[in-house]
Every structure is written in C-alpha cells, then in structure tokens.
C-alpha cells in the first residue's frame, strides 16, 4: 500500500476529529478498535433502530502476502530450503495476521435486501443439488448440465453481490482499523483523518 498511516502519529490524534474514534480516509472508514459504531446504517446512514451485524475481519500484511510468489521460486533451491521457506512463511502468517469482530447497524431496508439476496443464492443451492441429484438417479445427463450451470450461477451471483463479505479490513494495527465497504452517507459525518 502506498499510503502510509503511520504519518500523523497516533497521539497526535487522540483530541483530533469528533471524539468518536472514528475518521475517514478516501474511500476508507478508519476507527479505533474500541470505537463503537452508531446505531446508523452502514450503508445509507438511515437510523437503524437496534439492527446489528456482526462480522470477523482478517487482514494479512501486503509483504507476507507478496511472500508467497516466492514458492514459485524456491522448489528450484532444493528440498531443505523448501521446506525451511514453508515453515517461516506458516509462521509469518500466524504472526503478523490480524483479527478484528466488528457490529454495525443495519436498516430495515437494507436488511431485507440482504435477505433476500442470501435467499436467492440458497435457492440456485439448493436447486442446484436437486437436479444433480434427480439427475443422477435418472442418468439423465443434461440434467448434471443444468445443476452445474445453476451451481456456477448462484457462486456468480454471491461474487457479484458481495454475500458474506459486506465490510473488509484493508489495514488492522494494534489499535486501529481500515475498513472498505460503508457507505457515502455514512462516512460523510465524519473528519477526515488527515489534517
Ligand atoms: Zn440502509
């Protein structure tokens, strides 16, 4: 990443903003971890009388995960090396991998659109066993052809929509978060994080 965060130093934004802990950079949301979201939509800033999600966040540092082409490399140094490399780079997985559990509100609106999509994918699912299974049981083969095709289609359509993944980390340090995936309106309430 080119932009550095690390550029203002941390205590010098401790008074700095509204007080919430909650700034904005571009097109990033960037909090304190213990910073608690509003009872706002994440998505249009609309009250959100209560409703929550709650998601897991993992974020791996960009140079660990450029460290990973090496394996392209590496089989050719030998099999000690190889296996040297694997073990440092599980390691460094572990190590500089980070966590983060958010919740944030959620409008009644867009919380049934979000049902409704996780219905619809469910539906390709399920149909889409159905007619393997039926399939199979008939050695109907076209049958198999339909239940792949809606298979791929409802992976598709869970890609499009972004199922599952409705806020990702770009950046977790010890005590802040860069998150991607809040909406215009809510991010405009708040500063932005550099002066
Ligand atoms: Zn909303």
């Given at each position: 990443m080119s932009d550095n965060p690390y550029a203002t130093p941390l205590s010098d934004l401790e008074?700095?903003?509204?007080?919430?802990g909650i700034w904005i950079e571009k097109k990033l949301l960037v909090m304190r971890k213990k910073a608690v979201l509003p009872d706002?939509?994440?998505?249009?800033?609309?009250?959100?009388?209560g409703n929550r999600l709650k998601q897991k966040l993992l974020w791996t540092p960009p140079l660990v995960v450029l460290s990973t082409l090496l394996f392209f490399v590496v089989p050719f140094l030998g099999e000690l090396a190889f296996i040297a490399f694997t073990v440092l780079w599980l390691i460094a997985v572990l190590v500089f991998r980070k966590r983060h559990r958010i919740d944030y509100g959620i409008c009644e609106k867009h919380l049934k659109q979000r049902r409704l999509l996780y219905a619809v994918a469910w539906c390709f699912l399920i149909a889409s066993v159905v007619a393997s299974l039926v399939s199979t049981v008939l050695h109907w083969h076209v049958g198999i052809l339909v239940g792949t095709v809606l298979l791929l289609v409802g992976i598709l359509f869970a890609i499009v929509t972004r199922l599952g993944r409705t806020i990702t980390a770009r950046k977790i340090t010890a005590d802040m978060v860069w998150l991607k995936g809040f909406g215009q309106e809510f991010r405009d309430v708040y500063p932005p994080l550099e002066k």
């Open positions: 008074n700095y903003g509204d007080g919430s706002r939509c994440y998505h249009c800033n609309a009250d959100a009388q």
